[in-house]
């Protein structure tokens, strides 16, 4: 079974610090993917992904930052942490897609999510 | 562009009910759909998703959603629900030549005794 962890639960930082939240996942997945998760607003994407030090912006890349240098671990960068970047993360990775319905067969797998709170 | 709207933020049921939660997406490209579930301090897990074929796809505890093309919508539904149930739902499209889920804001569940 496909297994992503993130490295911490629940953070505590305060304005200004850089923050790294941290992504492992052991299926040997190309694709990784951080979201954050905000009520009312769903899951939105802010930086993904699909090989080793390669990288794409999401929706909202604005004031973060990524780096895969290794295949299975992807770290999520806040360069200087601020109120409004308080917010659940959630971590997910999936296989490059194969087959007949090619990414339609390679469904995302998630962490359980890093609650970070910005004082 | 591409989005999901979940039509209803919370649905409060009683314990061997039928539920129903609707989910419709926009997208001017042919995609994938998917719903996710999260329990309690949980990431998402995937419930089911619709490739192709049947319109009437089941997934995992029960759980089944009908892909409806003209009406852009993609409803799930259970038939019984238990208090296990309890969980946020989130409906999701991915297009299939992408790599961008896009979700929906999610819809609230909760199975009352």
């Known amino acids: 079974d496909v297994k992503v962890t993130q490295s911490s639960r629940y953070l505590v930082k305060r304005t200004g610090e850089k923050v790294f939240l941290e992504c492992v996942q052991d299926?040997?997945?190309?694709?990784m993917f951080w979201y954050r998760q905000d009520p009312g607003l769903g899951l939105r994407l802010i930086y993904f992904?699909?090989?080793?030090?390669?990288?794409e912006k999401g929706d909202i890349p604005e004031g973060y930052s990524v780096s895969r240098e290794k295949k299975e671990r992807f770290s999520l960068i806040l360069e200087s942490a601020s109120t409004n970047q308080t917010s659940m993360y959630l971590c997910?990775?999936?296989?490059?897609?194969?087959?007949?319905?090619?990414?339609?067969?390679?469904?995302?797998?998630f962490g359980n999510g890093t609650r970070l709170t910005v004082t | 562009a591409q989005s999901v709207t979940q039509l209803d933020s919370q649905v409060p049921v009683f314990e061997e009910a039928p539920v129903e939660l609707r989910c419709n997406y926009s997208?001017?490209?042919?995609?994938?759909l998917f719903w996710y579930v999260q329990y309690p301090n949980q990431g998402l897990q995937l419930l089911l998703k619709?490739?192709?074929?049947?319109?009437l796809v089941k997934g995992i505890n029960g759980f089944e959603a009908e892909f409806n093309k003209s009406q852009t919508s993609f409803h799930l539904r259970k038939p019984s629900v238990h208090i296990s149930d309890t969980a946020e739902y989130f409906c999701?499209?991915?297009?299939?030549?992408?790599?961008?889920?896009?979700f929906g804001a999610g819809t609230r569940l909760f199975v009352k005794a």
């Open positions: 299926m040997d997945h190309e694709n």
């Open positions: 997208s001017s490209v042919s995609v994938y």
């Open positions: 619709y490739l192709s074929g049947s319109t």
């Open positions: 997910a990775s999936s296989s490059f897609p194969t087959g007949g319905q090619g990414a339609g067969n390679s469904p995302l797998h």
């Open positions: 999701a499209i991915l297009d299939t030549g992408g790599f961008k889920t896009i």
């Open positions: 992904s699909y090989d080793v030090k390669m990288k």
